[in-house]
């Protein structure tokens, strides 16, 4: 699977990742936060699907996404030991009002920090999809 990720220490408070995607037809993506504390051990965090014009979070679709054009994404999630286990996913597209979802699941229980933040293809034919403009900071 053709990837690019970052390696982070995201080890508490809010940590908010936002970035720009364009799907082309056929695209499969998922961007996936991992608590990856070295080894074949990882815990996965807030986890997108893009699919078929949908975003998926688990096997619940969020919204739509449209083809060909920019889509800007922002997660929102508490990482740390005490941390809530959902997050917030705000999705905006050209002209439309921003989409926000609350409480959405954040993965395994187990995930408590963003050590690794990946951009993944889950497509099994040649597919394009584009990322721009990745921002991760920590809210206080």
């Known amino acids: 699977q053709p990837h690019m990720y970052y390696n982070l220490a995201m080890r508490r408070g809010e940590v908010k990742v936002s970035f720009d995607i364009r799907l082309e037809k056929g695209a499969k993506t998922v961007v996936q936060w991992r608590d990856w ?32 054009q920019w889509v800007h994404v922002e997660m929102l999630c508490p990482v740390g030991r005490v941390a809530e286990r959902t997050f917030i996913l705000t999705v905006t597209a050209p002209g439309a009002q921003p989409v926000k979802v609350e409480g959405l699941p954040a993965g395994d229980a187990r995930f408590r920090h963003l050590t690794w933040l990946g951009f993944i293809s889950e497509a099994t034919d040649t597919t394009v999809f584009y990322i721009d403009n990745i921002k991760v900071e920590r809210k206080q």
């Open 37 to 68: 504390p070295g080894g074949s051990d990882f815990r996965n965090g807030p986890t997108l699907l893009f699919a078929d014009g949908q975003l998926l979070v688990g096997d619940k679709p969020v919204t739509n996404v449209p083809l060909g």
